[in-house]
């Protein structure tokens, strides 16, 4: 009998996955991988850490490194595929703040809507501590973690959020809502090159430099000139900053912010539409 081994979860690599020296080309995928006792093992896959695709690993298939799928992972699925259900890879539906996979933090950048982590009542700038009990601290963990998971099945989740714990069970799905970021109605100005970045005035906002008439902007009464220093409590230094809030925001969301006007500073509330066509 073969024993799978354990996962090492202080590595960024996936132990269970199975790795041959035999030669594999691309005819042999789905073919079974056996030991020298004829045991079959597992199933010959493609596979890459940086793609999903179906074709994804196929240009190492000629350099002597292959990779199956260990028996034990098919046999796990085996009565999903009986019944002739696709089976996708669970999505939990959120982006980190961070792009660096394996020297980065766990923050989470965004939270898509209507997701399982949406659901459960996750925010932007949660920070994930363990998933099924496992700790981690970087996002190739993480991934470590979800790249076994396919849609249907749940994933038990630990967030920091401030000082407080909170614990959440999600069932992943095989889709997420398409995305849509809500329209303001305003162009930023052409800022100087302040601060060694273009676009960049500290402490002072962003200029407004057009309002699209019948925009949630112009409803609201903002005007060229006006300075956009606050969008949804959060201070804005550039219009890149401000793009980036304003595209948190879905259609038909609220939103708070501050507009420096004639030296004073003026607090309104946009309920943010569609893009127009």
């Known amino acids: 009998a073969y024993e799978i081994p354990k996962r090492d979860w202080s590595s960024d690599v996936c132990s269970s996955d199975l790795q041959t020296d035999a030669k594999v080309s691309p005819v042999n995928y789905g073919g079974a991988l056996v030991d ?15 793609d999903n695709t179906p074709v994804a690993g196929v240009e190492w298939y000629d350099s002597g490194i292959g990779f199956a799928i260990p028996l034990t992972d098919v046999l796990a699925t085996l009565d999903r595929l009986k019944q002739g259900k696709d089976l996708r890879p669970g999505l939990a539906g959120f982006t980190f703040s961070s792009t660096d996979m394996f020297g980065g933090d766990t923050k989470v950048d965004r939270i898509r809507y209507d997701s399982p982590m949406y659901r459960a009542g996750f925010k932007d700038g949660d920070t994930i501590l363990e998933l ?146």
């Open 132 to 277: 099924d009990g496992h700790k981690v601290t970087r996002p190739a963990q993480v991934r470590h973690v979800l790249g076994s998971k396919i849609e249907g099945d749940k994933l038990a989740i630990t967030i920091q959020r401030g000082d407080e714990t909170k614990q959440a069970e999600l069932t992943l799905v095989g889709e997420l809502a398409p995305f849509e970021a809500g329209f303001l109605g305003v162009l930023p100005m052409r800022e100087k090159v302040r601060s060694g970045e273009l676009g960049v005035v500290s402490g002072e906002g962003v200029g407004i430099r057009w309002v699209y008439p019948d925009s949630p902007a112009a409803k609201i009464g903002l005007k060229p000139r006006d300075r956009i220093v606050k969008f949804r409590d959060q201070a804005i230094t550039s219009a890149a900053q401000l793009i980036d809030q304003v595209s948190r925001v879905r259609p038909t969301e609220k939103a708070s912010l501050v507009i420096a006007r004639d030296g004073k500073e003026q607090t309104f509330e946009a309920t943010l539409v569609g893009y127009p066509a």
């Open 36 to 50: 020298v006792d004829g045991t079959a093992i597992g199933v010959l896959v493609p596979l890459s850490p940086q």
